[in-house]
C-alpha cells in the first residue's frame, strides 16, 4: 500500500533548526494567505481571547454513585455534541507520567540535528522524525516539526524506530501510551451508551486490532507568528485524539462557527476531540471539530497527540442503529486505510475530506 508515497518531494528543512538560525523573516513556504493567517488579536497571549472547553471531571462516573455517572455521561454527550472537545480531569493517568513523557520528548527534539536525523521519516508510513504532512511538491508548509510512531495493533510496533535517547524514552513512551489508550477505551464506551448503543458498540466497530499511534509535536518559537500556523486547519482522521499540549504556552485553536477559539489548557488535563471515524459511525450525531496550531515568538511549546483509531483495514460506516428513514446514512463504506490516504497525500485540508464524502 501507498507505493506512490516512497519519498518526499523536496529537501526536508528541519523548522526547529530554521527557526534556531535567528532568521528575522520566514521563508514563503511558510507565510500563508492572508485569510488563513491567524487575526492579530488571536496571536497575542491574552487570557481574555482564551476560552474554556468544557471540563470534565472523570471521577465521578466511579464514583459508585448511579446520580453522579449519569450526570457527568450527560456533561460528555453535550460536549460531544456542542463543541467536539473536552478536556478530562482526574482521568486515572499519572500526572507524573505526563510530564515526565512530555519533558523526555522536549529532550529529544533539544539533542543534535545528526541524532534525529537517524529517525527522519518518509511519507510511506509517516514514522519517525518529520516537518511536513503532505507530499505534494510547492505546497505550504507548518511552523513544526513531529515525531510519529505506531503503538497498537503490536505487529505495527517497531521500537527500533522509537528513539534511543534520552534513554527513558521508549520506556516512559509504552507507559503512557498504554495508560492514554486505557482511557480512550473507558470514553468509547461513555461515546457508545450516550448514542444509545451497546456499551461495546464502538469499540467492536474499531475492530480487535485497533489502532493507537502517537504524534508528538514541537512548534519552535517563530520570529513572525502572525504570518504562518503551526499546524493547518484539520480535523483528525482517526476516531479520537487525546491531547496533551504545553499548559504554560497556548496555541490549539477550535473552530466555533466562523470564529477559531484559543484553548486555555489546564494543568494535568487531557484534551479530548473527535476524529472523523466517529463522526462516520456516529452517522454525523457527533462530528469532528477543525482545529489548528498558532505559533509565538517567545517559547516553544510541545505537545503529546495520541491517536484512537479503527483497526487500519476494517470497514467503517455509519451505526445502523442511527441510520433511519429521517437521516438516512451519510457515509459510504471505507476502510481507516483507504480515508487516510487522503491527508497522507494532501496535507492538512480543513474538514474537506469528510464533507466530501457527505450524501447530498
Ligand atoms: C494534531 C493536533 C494540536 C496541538 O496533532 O493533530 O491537532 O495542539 N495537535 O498540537
Ligand atoms: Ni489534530
Known amino acids: 500500500m501507498m507505493n506512490c508515497l516512497r519519498n518526499w518531494p523536496e529537501p526536508v528543512i528541519r523548522v526547529q533548526h530554521l527557526s534556531d538560525s535567528g532568521i528575522r523573516v520566514i521563508p514563503d513556504r511558510y507565510v500563508k494567505k492572508p485569510s488563513d493567517r491567524p487575526t492579530p488579536t488571536t496571536v497575542l497571549e491574552s487570557p481574555a481571547t482564551e476560552v474554556s472547553i468544557p471540563v470534565i471531571d472523570m471521577r465521578d462516573l466511579y464514583s459508585g454513585d448511579d446520580a453522579l455517572r449519569k450526570k457527568t455521561a450527560a456533561l460528555i454527550d453535550g460536549a460531544c455534541r456542542d463543541w467536539g ?209 498558532i505559533v509565538n515568538s517567545v517559547k516553544e511549546r510541545v505537545s503529546l497527540a495520541l491517536f484512537y483509531n479503527p483497526r487500519s483495514d476494517i470497514i467503517i460506516k455509519p451505526a445502523e442503529q442511527l441510520v433511519t428513514a429521517e437521516q438516512p446514512a451519510l457515509y459510504p463504506p471505507m476502510t481507516f486505510d483507504q480515508y487516510r490516504l487522503y491527508i497522507r497525500t494532501r496535507g492538512p485540508c480543513g474538514k474537506s475530506q469528510v464533507e466530501s464524502l457527505e450524501s447530498p
Open 85 to 293: 472537545f473536552f478536556q478530562v480531569v482526574n482521568h486515572g493517568v499519572s500526572h507524573d507520567l505526563m510530564r515526565r513523557t512530555r519533558e523526555v520528548w522536549r529532550e529529544f527534539f533539544q539533542l543534535p540535528l545528526e541524532e534525529k536525523q537517524k529517525y527522519a521519516n518518509s511519507p510511506s508510513t509517516y514514522e519517525g522524525y518529520g516537518s511536513r504532512l503532505g507530499v505534494e511538491k510547492g505546497i505550504s508548509l507548518d511552523w513544526s516539526d513531529y515525531f510519529f510512531l505506531h503503538y497498537l495493533p503490536m505487529r505495527a510496533r517497531d521500537c527500533n524506530k522509537w528513539p534511543t535517547l534520552p534513554n527513558t524514552c521508549r520506556e516512559l513512551v509504552g507507559e503512557y501510551i498504554s495508560d492514554v489508550v486505557k482511557l480512550g477505551g473507558k470514553l468509547m464506551k461513555i461515546f457508545s451508551t450516550n448514542l444509545g448503543l451497546t456499551e461495546d458498540y464502538l469499540q467492536e466497530a474499531f475492530g480487535e486490532e485497533m489502532g493507537a499511534c502517537m504524534r508528538v509535536n514541537y512548534y519552535p518559537k517563530c520570529p513572525q507568528p502572525d504570518l504562518t500556523l503551526g499546524l493547518s486547519p484539520h480535523s483528525d482522521p482517526g476516531g479520537m485524539t487525546l491531547l496533551f499540549p504545553d499548559e504554560d504556552v497556548s496555541g490549539l485553536q477550535v473552530r466555533r462557527g466562523d470564529n477559531w477559539v484559543t484553548v486555555k489548557p489546564i494543568p494535568n488535563a487531557i484534551i479530548i476531540n473527535l476524529a472523523d471515524q466517529l463522526q462516520v459511525l456516529s452517522n454525523s450525531n457527533y462530528k469532528s471539530v477543525e482545529h489548528r496550531v
